[in-house]
């Protein structure tokens, strides 16, 4: 569990990113997310996950394919487990 600079209480929203300039960072990019990692100094973990989120380069194309293409598979599945049922 990722705690609030100098407490030991739950980080709330953007706190684990310190005092930078924080707005919603989609869709991702390394480019989007370099202005945040100055505030992540003291933080290396919560800096290497801002980094990782920079360069997976999330969009809407991206997350379509990562959900609905389970979702697509999942039912293919279920299908054909029915089929070899009946």
């Known amino acids: 569990m990722t705690t609030s600079p100098g ?3 739950p980080c709330q929203n953007n706190e684990a990113i310190g005092n ?3 707005k919603h960072v989609y869709p991702s990019s390394p480019e ?3 202005p945040l990692l100055p505030g992540l100094e003291s933080s290396p973990d919560a800096r290497n ?3 990782r ?10 997350l379509a394919a ?9 039912q293919g599945a279920a299908t054909a ?3 070899r049922a009946s």
Not at 68 to 73: D, E, F, N, S, W
């Open 32 to 34: 989007a997310v370099k």
């Open 66 to 74: 990562r959900f609905l293409g389970h979702a697509v598979r999942s």
């Open 81 to 83: 487990a029915f089929e």
């Open 7 to 9: 407490s030991s209480r």
């Open 49 to 51: 996950m801002v980094e």
């Open 53 to 62: 989120y920079g360069m997976d380069r999330w969009n809407k194309e991206k």
């Open 20 to 22: 930078a300039q924080t």
